[in-house]
Nanobody
């Protein structure tokens, strides 16, 4: 099992930036993909971005392409989500998640059901 702790959320204005961090612990070696999901009130949890640990290959939802960047720090195992040009529709609780996903099934990176371990989330609110 992998424990995940997110941080970096907050209240910002439209057009501002935030950087979320996710620090994993435990059996980190058992996972090869780290992802970010978000859930707004009354909505289902949705995919935001993911990164394959070994290759650095990244995946993004179309709604955040060009504005969000997922990255990793190999020394600390920390995964980041840099969010630029934030919009009110980006407001949600952001969750970090970990998974073991085959490189032959890249579509699985986009689905919450593929991820076994989840953090408790960090709130992002974008005010207009």
């Amino acid at each position: 099992q992998v424990q995940l702790v997110e941080s970096g959320g907050g209240l910002v204005q439209v057009g501002d930036s935030l950087r979320l961090s996710c620090v994993p612990s435990g059996r980190v070696w058992s996972k090869n993909v780290m992802g970010w999901f978000r859930q707004a009130p009354g909505k289902e949890r949705e995919f935001v971005a993911a990164i394959r640990w070994s290759s650095g290959t990244t995946y993004y939802d179309d709604s955040v392409k060009g504005r969000f960047t997922i990255s990793r720090d190999d020394a600390s195992d920390t995964v980041y989500l840099q969010m630029d040009n934030l919009k009110p529709e980006d407001s949600a609780v952001y969750y970090c998640a970990a998974a073991m996903i085959s490189e032959y099934y890249p579509y699985e990176n986009y689905h919450a059901a593929s991820y076994d371990d989840w953090g408790r989330g960090t709130q992002v609110t974008v005010s207009s």
